[in-house]
């Protein structure tokens, strides 16, 4: 067969080469300077190997002859031939370094696309390639996935070269790591290769990796984590509660400052900020304890500044609820605010906060709906209101919450991802009572005997867990074991016993990797709250049920 190239760079010049040692002529090699108009005269196969914008120019300078002409784009259909009504392509999936090395790799037995005159076919097979016809209309999807194979690829290489010299380790440690990874995904495919932070949900080591990254290295990495982690199951990480461990936190401790209105707190924390401290929070309804002790502690190992609200909130309390009687000691508040090293305890009376009628309300649908929303119905409107407000006056950096209250902890962090709210709210563990009742501060209203049946909450919380590390995956199965074991204490009444996806709060069908068991339950007149997450390890296939 005689072939004429036209484009002499590294893609024309790879092909003549390659053809030739496979047997073929090459008539003539043509570039920009020579006239076009009968190469398609004395040869079988005019190939034109320019760049894809003179593709369409250089068709239209060739005077149509016995020749069939071939494009190598990947991306252009056939119609950019369109004086020629014999027209073929031909793109090898692979790239083309240099003339020398693009020959060799043409004749390694890749993959070519091929479209129209069945010449195309003859071209890949002379080479000893393998054809696969793409049609126009798939060839832009065909070649954008190329682009991510190859380039993409390499801009990511790229990352890694950049940080490792950051990091002072040799990129041959991480070279060996890219090379497992991709054999491992050839294997078994990508979601089964995930490993890392992102596939386990694990934001808190996201974050320390977001601080840790140059500024301009962020935006890839998050994209990235953020693929992960949906490939494994999880919701983007900004929207994932950031939780930090509150144990053996050391802290100097204070003598806080009450700070009863919200001008005063303003003008002094707009000096810390001023003077470039950051500012950590930590709203309370007081009768303080441990858990909020361990708040405290949070905050003040990763803020110059700690600030503390006590405020019974009535608009989180329903009419029969318990407002008037919530317990409250300020001067014991002082103390334990003191040993956890706040600085400011914002302490506002209810005319401060509200000194007319609220009318505007923060509500997060769904999620305040269900579990406690579905038996306090104005509860966490109340909660998300006045949360927000605490954040416009406070203006932190970080808020802490506890996980003793999930779904708030839940809410929260959906509403201030859904209103830009600029603080990062983090999450912190239970903190237990040594017989495993959850710290409250309802807990002082129960007498000996109900206190002794509390236990009971966390007894559930227990036997759901084991019945879920023994194999069970129906969510109605582990809610009834955890029922069951309420049922048996005569001093405790259930409101709910779940196991739910911990993102949505929803029951799924199956029990995931990942559980939140929540459970609420009236011990006498006060009604107790607690919750656990169970893990169970795995990674869980896109589209699955939690
Ligand atoms: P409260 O004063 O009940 O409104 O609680 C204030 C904050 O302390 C909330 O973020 C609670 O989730 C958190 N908290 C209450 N009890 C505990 C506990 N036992 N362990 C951890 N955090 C808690």
């Known amino acids: 067969m005689l072939f004429t190239v036209v484009g002499p760079g590294r893609a024309g010049l790879s092909f003549a080469g390659a053809l030739v040692a496979s047997g073929w002529q090459c008539v003539a090699t043509l570039g920009r300077h020579d006239d076009l108009r009968l190469a398609a005269a004395d ?34 259909g056939l119609d950019v031939l369109a004086p020629h009504a014999r027209r073929a392509s031909v793109h090898p999936l692979m790239s083309l370094p240099d003339p020398e090395t693009g020959a060799g790799k043409l004749r390694r037995g890749g993959v070519f696309a091929v479209a129209g005159d069945p010449v195309a076919e003859r071209i890949v097979t002379a080479l000893g390639g393998r054809p696969v016809a793409v049609d126009d209309g798939r060839r832009p999807l065909y070649h954008a996935t190329a682009a991510v194979a190859a380039n993409h690829l390499v801009a990511l290489c790229a990352q890694v070269e950049r940080l490792a010299a950051r990091a002072g380790v040799p990129l041959d440690a991480y070279w060996d790591l890219m090379e497992t990874t991709l054999e491992n995904v050839r294997r078994s495919g990508p979601i089964p290769s995930l490993t890392g932070p ?36 999880r919701p983007p990480y900004r929207e994932q509660t950031r939780t930090v461990s509150t144990e053996a936190l050391a802290v100097t401790p204070t003598t806080p400052t009450l700070v009863p209105t919200i001008a005063e707190l303003r003008a002094r924390l707009d000096a810390e900020r001023r003077a470039g401290r950051s500012i950590g929070f930590v709203p309370t309804m007081g009768y303080l ?41 300020l001067e014991r508040d002082i103390g334990v605010a003191g040993t956890n090293g706040v600085h400011l305890l914002f302490t506002p009376d209810v005319t401060e906060m509200y000194p007319r009628p609220m009318i505007t309300t923060v509500s997060v649908a769904e999620l305040s709906a269900r579990w406690d929303g579905a038996s306090r119905p104005t509860h966490f409107d109340g909660v998300s209101t006045v949360v927000t407000k605490l954040f416009n006056i406070v203006g932190p950096c970080r808020a802490y919450f506890g996980e003793k209250d999930y779904q708030q902890l839940a809410i929260i962090t959906r509403m201030t991802a859904d209103l830009a709210i600029p603080v990062e709210v983090i999450g912190c563990p239970i903190v237990r009572e040594p017989d495993g009742l959850a710290m409250s501060s309802r807990n002082v209203y129960l007498d000996p005997a109900q206190r002794a049946a509390a236990v009971v909450l966390r007894r559930a919380l227990d036997a759901g867990t084991a019945a879920i590390l023994d194999g069970e995956r129906d969510p109605e199965r582990v809610s009834d074991v955890m029922t069951s074991v309420v049922a048996a204490e005569p ?37 107790l709250i607690d919750n656990c997450g169970v893990d169970t390890g795995s990674v869980r296939p896109l589209g699955t049920p939690a």
């Open 198 to 233: 992102a596939a386990r949900g694990d934001s808190s080591t996201i974050s320390l990796h977001l601080e840790a990254l140059p500024t301009d290295e962020r935006t890839l990495y998050l994209v990235l984590a953020n693929e992960a982690a949906r490939l494994a199951g």
């Open 289 to 329: 304890h441990d858990g909020h002790g361990s708040l405290m502690r949070a905050a003040a190992a990763a803020n110059d500044v700690v600030v503390a609200s006590i405020f019974v909130n009535p608009l989180q309390f329903a009419p029969t609820e318990d407002l008037a009687g919530y317990p409250r000691d």
């Open 491 to 527: 001093l405790a009444t259930l409101d709910y016993a779940a196991a739910v996806d911990p993102h949505t709060l929803e029951v799924p069908a199956t029990l995931g990797s990942h559980t939140r068991l929540l459970i609420a339950a009236r011990v006498g007149t006060t009604r």
């Open 43 to 76: 040869c079988d196969v005019v190939l034109i190997t320019v760049p894809d914008d003179q593709i369409a120019a250089v068709a239209a300078a060739i005077t149509p002859g016995r020749a069939v002409v071939v494009h190598a784009s990947g991306a252009k």
